[in-house]
């Protein structure tokens, strides 16, 4: 019997082992079509050159990253120096989703707990209600932030209204509102994935550690952040990562003091004085970025796992 059922085993793997190549088939042309020939496009124009009047011309050269990088003058005869402007948005890019992401796990994190520890016939009710704004476009809830943080907004006619303040804060145009803009746009990529998480966590493990008398901080440092590590990283990846990228909440909410990589991008597609093979170039490294990134985090959780 039990040779019997190894073989059955076998055969029923062979049986689909031909069928699987046919059924990944769609998966792997949507990817193909829709992930990886984009990105081939991209990659290619990045070392084409500009055209004049917009486009590019079909000369191979290192100009868009020199351009990144370097400055050569006016006339691109003088020795190359460091051009620190685009650097410095690639920076305050990575700072703008830093604290967006850090924003997003302190009120996303208690948020999740808080749904995971409801019975078990409220909790879609309350996934519901963090979802459900986000039916709506992401630039129609951008410019209603906007709205909403305006000088004469209703935040602020609010806080007049209350005497809390004596004259409108100046919010919009500022690090602040992006971040808040950001904070807003993705904060369900960081309470699902914890939720997710927190919803599989044992709590009986926190009831021994109680009875044991650990105090709270000790429980939630000790043993309910290391079962939910895997949701926290992935909540903080799915929200650093579009946040670095997204240029709606810099352009609406804060100007052009508060330029970001991902608006830098798409200034270089729009009209005929944008530089295609710049915004490409920018974009590559962007993508760089994020695969660093990437491959840290999954490279960091294998060793988690292994040990």
């Not at 290192?62 to 005869?77: I, K, T």
């Not at 996934?127 to 907004?153: A, C, E, H, Q």
């Not at 804060?169 to 803009?181: E, S």
Request: glycine share 8%; aromatic share 14%.
């Amino acid at each position: 019997m039990a040779g019997g059922a190894a073989s059955g085993g076998s055969s029923q793997s062979d049986t689909y082992a031909g069928a699987r190549v046919w059924l990944l088939l769609p998966a792997w042309a949507t990817l193909l079509i829709l992930v990886v020939a984009p990105v081939g496009i991209m990659l290619v124009y990045s070392f084409l050159t500009k055209e004049f009047r917009g486009g590019v011309i079909w000369e191979f050269s290192w100009e868009a990253y020199d351009q990144f990088f370097f400055n050569r003058g006016l006339f691109g005869d003088e020795p190359p120096r460091i051009e620190w402007t685009y650097i410095l948005i690639f920076w305050r890019s990575i700072w703008q989703a830093g604290v967006a992401t850090l924003l997003s796990l302190a009120i996303g994190f208690p948020t999740a707990c808080f749904i995971a520890t409801r019975a078990p016939r409220q909790r879609p009710i309350w996934v519901f209600l963090v979802t459900i704004p986000y039916w709506v476009n992401l630039l129609i809830r951008t410019v209603s932030m906007k709205f909403l943080l305006r000088d004469n907004g209703p935040l602020n006619e609010a806080l007049l209204g209350i005497g809390v303040i004596s004259e409108p804060l100046h919010i919009v145009n500022t690090n602040l509102a992006v971040q808040l803009g950001l904070f807003y746009s993705y904060l369900p990529f960081m309470v699902l994935p914890i939720y997710a998480a927190v919803e599989r966590y044992n709590f009986s493990l926190s009831e021994a550690a109680a009875d044991l008398y650990a105090p709270r901080w000790t429980v939630l440092r000790r043993i309910l952040l290391p079962a939910v590590k895997p949701g926290i990283v992935a909540g903080c990846i799915l929200v650093f990562v579009p946040s670095l990228g997204s240029f709606l909440a810099p352009d609406l909410l804060g100007g052009a003091r508060n330029f970001m990589i991902g608006s830098l991008i798409e200034e270089q597609f729009k009209g005929n004085a944008g530089n295609w093979p710049f915004g490409a170039a920018a974009s590559m490294i962007l993508l760089t970025l994020v695969l660093i990134i990437l491959l840290f985090s999954a490279r960091q959780q294998g060793r988690q796992e292994a040990r």
